[in-house]
Structure formats: structure tokens, C-alpha cells
Nanobody
Framework: QVQLVESGGGLVQAGGSLRLSCAAS????????MGWFRQAPGKERAFVAA????????HYADSVKGRFTISRDNAKNTLYLQMNSLKPEDTAVYYC?????????????????WGQGTQVTVSS
């Protein structure tokens, strides 16, 4: 079993940057495919980015491509999301998730474990 705890959210002006972290418990973190999702008020949870177990393969939603970077440090059991050039439409609760399938997973149904979320608010 994996427990996930996100941090790093906050309030930032449009054009600014934030770095989210997701600390994972358990010794099998390195075997999981990991992802970031977000949920804005009144909207469904949406895929943001995913990374395979080695960190060598990544995939992004079109809306964040070129602005966000997902990465992982398996030695530290931590997942990251570097968010640059933030826009007001990026405002949402951001969740990290772990999938038993070690590859790239963009569907939320493929993820077995979820964090509690961290709020990101981008002001215009």
C-alpha cells in the first residue's frame, strides 16, 4: 500500500511558478507509475501529467504541455510537478496518484492510490 501527501500549493500571480511535491510512503514507490490530476470548482477531475516508474517517460495534457514538468526521485520516494507560466485557468486542487501499472497512465481509473490534494490558486 502507498500513502501520498502533496505539498507546495498556494497563491501565485499569473505568469508565476510553483513546484508541487508528493511524498510517498512504502518501499515500492519506484515500481509505480505516477500521475498528477487536478479538479477545478464545478468540474471533473482532469489528467495533468504522468511519469513511468523509471522517470524516463512522461506524458502531458495539451493544456499544460511546455509549461509543466513532471519528475520523480525514487531515492527520496517523491514525485514533483514544476509549474511555470501559470494561468488563472490552472486554478484547482492538484492530486498526485500512484498506479500499480508502472508505465504511463492518463486515465484516473488506472490509479490505485490518491493523495488528499493541494490547492493552487492563480490570480490574474
Amino acid at each position: 500500500q502507498v500513502q501520498l501527501v502533496e505539498s507546495g500549493g498556494g497563491l501565485v500571480q499569473a505568469g508565476g511558478s510553483l513546484r508541487l511535491s508528493c511524498a510517498a510512503s512504502g518501499r515500492t514507490f519506484s515500481s509505480y507509475g505516477m500521475g498528477w490530476f487536478r479538479q477545478a470548482p464545478g468540474k471533473e477531475r482532469a489528467f495533468v501529467a504522468a511519469i513511468n516508474w523509471t522517470g524516463g517517460s512522461t506524458h502531458y495534457a495539451d493544456s499544460v504541455k511546455g509549461r509543466f514538468t513532471i519528475s520523480r526521485d525514487n531515492a527520496k520516494n517523491t514525485l514533483y510537478l514544476q509549474m511555470n507560466s501559470l494561468k488563472p485557468e490552472d486554478t484547482a486542487v492538484y492530486y498526485c496518484a500512484a498506479a500499480s501499472q508502472s508505465g504511463i497512465n492518463s486515465a484516473s481509473s488506472r490509479y490505485n492510490y490518491w493523495g488528499q490534494g493541494t490547492q493552487v490558486t492563480v490570480s490574474s
